[in-house]
């Protein structure tokens, strides 16, 4: 028979997460351990009240020290913090314990908000919100009757409360929806933006993040319009029509719950709501910004607001495309790029319908086009600082907006500030970023215009709107920067990004002042060049990145836009032998796969049409058929050169473009002038 088993007598256990600590390899660091790291942290676990707080002060002093900071996580101060500070009876310990985690989780990466999510931080976040939420509200004595110290702690409380939630939020979408669903958190935020007892500071981080938990959050959008408690919805309203960082912030949120709940333009919210009422604040915010930087009084201490207004307005720019699907605007093409998705049927290519329509569209609009132009020549007249009296005035189109009233305000109100502001003059971090997010919030927009379909008449209120504003972006933001001739590679990008965007829209009518074509074909080969440069370190970087949106890619699509019909026959002959020596000798080798895709595409597209001047003159001219009949062979490979698995997009498209490219030789042989 077995032997019954004897209970052990065990000591207490130590703490398993409280794991012995090795001291540090290096010399220098074991030192500093010794000296400065854990005394402070042995005072932090002292049985002595002021020991611990003045413990605490100290490590949230020194935690912004890397070397301290990495010390101090070895030692699992976090740990500590969690569960012995925070629920310090001093209020100062607990000030200075948030304080420690909010400067952890500034400086160290996403993980470490991802650790603190794990160690169920959001219950201590909702304990100390509660406490707040409490002090706040109370009655006996009221917060405005505690001393200032005691006032000050609060804050300091609550502003790394909002920090932490913000960070948390942003670190994975996880998280964001469990702080959204936690119903004390945002009755703190709601309450603090609705209210005016904050100081700015703890404000403006409120609105910050809530503009965060906003995004994409219909759960947050419904809690913030249902709230009775507070009403904050109805205060940033009223918030978002002043000037300054609240103002902006609040339109940030309100753009946002907007576009959660769906207020768009074809169904607004409360009172009309929808992102029209939102453009003219952040156009005043930009109005503060001059050619140094600074805002308009000289101060530069809320530069920043303008950066957050640009961001805003790109999203804005973005987001319409959702009023116009909900508005049943047919899109003119894929989202994606400017593709042409070939012939349904080989034997019935009489006529290439994408290149007849827009070639129908041109003739329908020839009056409007007129009219277009001597619009666009008297914008060119005015100053610059004109431009949203402008574009609001008679001719213009803006006027034809009204069931669209975001894109009337966008043109009216942003357009202007943005095309002022992409041309500022770059002297420190804050202007280039100034520049970039400008060129960001026009690229936007004009690519959810440009995908718009125009031809027979369609969109033709829109068209008429665009249509002069796109020349002017041309002419004030597209064509500076090129004749500027940056080396700057990242602006390069951006600014044929829109070019392409606005080149489409105008449909071979771009302004061609300055051959722009020609700056496109250098770019292109200078890109190229550059590319060859790169080390192959790399690699990697380059093979996660759609190919697709590469500048050489870009360059290719705006050189086929420029080249369109009704464009000069001498801009489509240059262009149409450039885009031939993509595809012919040493240019295909070297090319990467997605260039020859898109130039072929753009091929399809200037040449599909054997009504306009430019197939004669130029593409039977040039003997265009034969390069491309002896390219077929070439694309073959290439295409089956292209690996499924890693680079599913790129085999699928090119493909495709082989397809078409074999229906188009056929096509054209069928079409030969006689």
Same mark, same amino acid.
């Given at each position: 028979?077995?032997?019954?088993?004897?209970?052990?007598?065990?000591?207490?256990?130590?703490?398993?997460?409280?794991?012995?600590?090795?001291?540090?390899?290096?010399?220098?660091?074991?030192?500093?351990?010794?000296?400065?790291?854990?005394?402070?942290?042995?005072?932090?676990?002292?049985?002595?009240?002021?020991?611990?707080?003045?413990?605490?002060?100290?490590?949230? *002093?020194?935690?912004?020290?890397? &070397?301290?900071?990495?010390?101090?996580?070895?030692?699992?101060?976090?740990?500590?913090?969690?569960?012995?500070?925070?629920?310090?009876?001093?209020?100062?310990?607990?000030?200075?314990?948030?304080?420690?985690?909010?400067?952890?989780?500034?400086?160290?990466?996403?993980?470490?908000?991802?650790?603190?999510? +794990?160690?169920?931080?959001?219950?201590?976040?909702?304990?100390?919100?509660?406490?707040?939420?409490?002090?706040?509200?109370?009655?006996?004595?009221?917060?405005?009757?505690?001393?200032?110290?005691?006032?000050?702690?609060?804050?300091?409380?609550?502003?790394?409360?909002?920090?932490?939630?913000?960070?948390?939020?942003?670190?994975?979408?996880?998280?964001?929806?469990?702080?959204?669903?936690?119903?004390?958190?945002?009755?703190?935020?709601?309450?603090?933006?609705?209210?005016?007892?904050?100081?700015?500071?703890?404000?403006?981080?409120?609105?910050?993040?809530?503009?965060?938990?906003?995004?994409?959050?219909?759960?947050?959008?419904?809690?913030?319009?249902?709230?009775?408690?507070?009403?904050?919805?109805?205060?940033?309203?009223?918030?978002?029509?002043?000037?300054?960082?609240?103002?902006?912030?609040?339109?940030?949120?309100?753009?946002?719950?907007?576009?959660?709940?769906?207020?768009?333009?074809?169904?607004?919210?409360?009172?009309?709501?929808?992102?029209?009422?939102?453009?003219?604040?952040?156009?005043?915010?930009?109005?503060?910004?001059?050619?140094?930087?600074?805002?308009?009084?000289?101060?530069?201490?809320?530069?920043?607001?303008?950066?957050?207004?640009?961001?805003?307005?790109?999203?804005?720019?973005?987001?319409?495309?959702?009023?116009?699907?909900?508005?049943?605007?047919?899109?003119?093409?894929?989202?994606?790029?400017?593709?042409?998705?070939?012939?349904?049927?080989?034997?019935?290519?009489?006529?290439?319908?994408?290149?007849?329509?827009?070639?129908?569209?041109?003739?329908?609009?020839?009056?409007?086009?007129?009219?277009?132009?001597?619009?666009?020549?008297?914008?060119?007249?005015?100053?610059?600082?004109?431009?949203?009296?402008?574009?609001?005035?008679?001719?213009?189109?803006?006027?034809?907006?009204?069931?669209?009233?975001?894109?009337?305000?966008?043109?009216?109100?942003?357009?202007?500030?943005?095309? +002022?502001?992409?041309?500022?003059?770059?002297?420190?971090?804050?202007?280039?970023?100034?520049?970039?997010?400008?060129?960001?919030?026009?690229?936007?927009?004009?690519?959810?215009?440009?995908?718009?379909?125009?031809?027979?008449?369609?969109?033709? *209120?829109?068209?008429?709107?665009?249509?002069?504003?796109?020349?002017?972006?041309?002419?004030?933001?597209?064509?500076?920067?090129?004749?500027?001739?940056?080396?700057?590679?990242?602006?390069?990008?951006?600014?044929?990004?829109?070019?392409?965007?606005?080149?489409?829209?105008?449909?071979?009518?771009?302004?061609?002042?300055?051959?722009?074509?020609?700056?496109?074909?250098?770019?292109?080969?200078?890109?190229?060049?550059?590319?060859?440069?790169?080390?192959?370190?790399?690699?990697?970087?380059?093979?996660?990145?759609?190919?697709?949106?590469?500048?050489?890619?870009?360059?290719?699509?705006?050189?086929?836009?420029?080249?369109?019909?009704?464009?000069?026959?001498?801009?489509?002959?240059?262009?149409?032998?450039?885009?031939?020596?993509?595809?012919?000798?040493?240019?295909?080798?070297?090319?990467?796969?997605?260039?020859?895709?898109?130039?072929?595409?753009?091929?399809?597209?200037?040449?599909?049409?054997?009504?306009?001047?430019?197939?004669?003159?130029?593409?039977?001219?040039?003997?265009?058929?034969?390069?491309?009949?002896?390219?077929?062979?070439?694309? &073959?490979?290439?295409?089956?050169?292209?690996?499924?698995?890693?680079?599913?997009?790129?085999?699928?498209?090119?493909?495709?473009?082989?397809?078409?490219?074999?229906?188009?030789?056929?096509?054209?042989? &069928?079409?030969?002038?006689?």
């Amino acid at each position: 028979m077995g032997k019954a088993r004897r209970n052990r007598v065990r000591a207490n256990r130590a703490d398993p997460i409280a794991k012995p600590v090795k001291p540090p390899s290096d010399p220098e660091l074991a030192k500093l351990r010794e000296s400065k790291i854990l005394p402070v942290l042995k005072d932090l676990k002292s049985p002595d009240p002021k020991s611990r707080t003045a413990a605490a002060g100290a490590i949230a *002093n020194i935690v912004q020290d890397a &070397k301290c900071r990495k010390l101090l996580l070895r030692e699992q101060v976090v740990h500590v913090v969690l569960t012995e500070t925070l629920t310090d009876n001093s209020i100062d310990s607990r000030s200075a314990g948030w304080e420690i985690l909010k400067v952890l989780a500034q400086e160290e990466e996403a993980d470490f908000c991802v650790h603190l999510y +794990r160690l169920d931080v959001l219950t201590a976040i909702e304990h100390a919100a509660t406490t707040i939420l409490e002090t706040l509200t109370a009655t006996e004595p009221a917060f405005s009757k505690l001393l200032k110290a005691q006032q000050r702690l609060v804050w300091d409380i609550t502003g790394s409360l909002l920090t932490l939630l913000n960070l948390l939020a942003l670190a994975r979408e996880e998280i964001l929806n469990a702080i959204v669903a936690n119903h004390t958190a945002l009755r703190l935020l709601f309450r603090l933006a609705s209210t005016d007892v904050a100081p700015q500071e703890v404000y403006e981080e409120a609105l910050s993040c809530l503009m965060t938990l906003s995004e994409d959050s219909l759960q947050l959008g419904q809690a913030m319009t249902n709230d009775q408690e507070t009403r904050c919805y109805d205060a940033l309203l009223k918030l978002s029509t002043g000037t300054g960082p609240r103002a902006v912030l609040s339109c940030g949120v309100l753009h946002n719950v907007f576009i959660s709940l769906q207020w768009l333009d074809y169904s607004p919210g409360k009172d009309g709501a929808c992102d029209a009422v939102l453009i003219a604040s952040l156009a005043r915010a930009l109005e503060q910004v001059t050619p140094n930087g600074t805002t308009a009084n000289g101060s530069s201490s809320h530069a920043g607001v303008a950066q957050v207004a640009l961001e805003i307005l790109a999203s804005i720019g973005t987001d319409f495309q959702q009023t116009l699907e909900k508005g049943n605007r047919a899109p003119a093409e894929p989202s994606k790029a400017d593709e042409w998705n070939g012939f349904e049927d080989a034997d019935a290519m009489d006529v290439d319908q994408g290149s007849d329509a827009d070639a129908e569209g041109g003739k329908a609009r020839e009056d409007d086009d007129a009219e277009g132009e001597a619009d666009d020549d008297s914008i060119d007249s005015d100053i610059e600082s004109d431009m949203d009296r402008v574009t609001g005035g008679e001719g213009s189109g803006a006027g034809d907006l009204e069931d669209l009233p975001t894109l009337r305000e966008l043109i009216q109100h942003a357009v202007p500030q943005l095309t +002022r502001l992409s041309n500022i003059p770059v002297d420190s971090e804050e202007t280039l970023s100034i520049q970039s997010r400008s060129l960001s919030a026009l690229n936007n927009l004009a690519w959810t215009i440009s995908c718009l379909e125009f031809a027979n008449g369609e969109n033709a *209120n829109i068209h008429g709107a665009w249509y002069p504003v796109a020349k002017k972006i041309w002419r004030k933001t597209v064509a500076p920067i090129l004749e500027a001739d940056s080396a700057d590679l990242k602006l390069a990008t951006q600014v044929t990004s829109l070019a392409w965007a606005v080149a489409r829209t105008l449909n071979g009518e771009t302004p061609t002042d300055g051959a722009p074509h020609r700056k496109f074909i250098s770019l292109y080969l200078a890109s190229k060049g550059q590319a060859q440069q790169q080390p192959e370190a790399n690699e990697e970087d380059t093979e996660a990145r759609d190919p697709f949106q590469g500048l050489g890619v870009k360059c290719i699509g705006v050189l086929g836009s420029l080249a369109r019909d009704p464009a000069p026959l001498e801009v489509n002959r240059e262009v149409g032998v450039f885009l031939m020596t993509l595809l012919s000798g040493e240019g295909a080798s070297q090319a990467p796969a997605a260039d020859i895709i898109e130039a072929l595409n753009q091929l399809f597209d200037i040449y599909g049409d054997e009504e306009v001047p430019c197939d004669k003159e130029v593409f039977w001219k040039h003997d265009f058929l034969k390069h491309l009949e002896e390219f077929v062979p070439k694309m &073959k490979a290439l295409a089956k050169g292209i690996d499924k698995r890693t680079q599913g997009e790129l085999r699928t498209r090119a493909d495709e473009a082989l397809l078409n490219l074999g229906r188009f030789v056929q096509y054209k042989k &069928k079409h030969a002038p006689r």
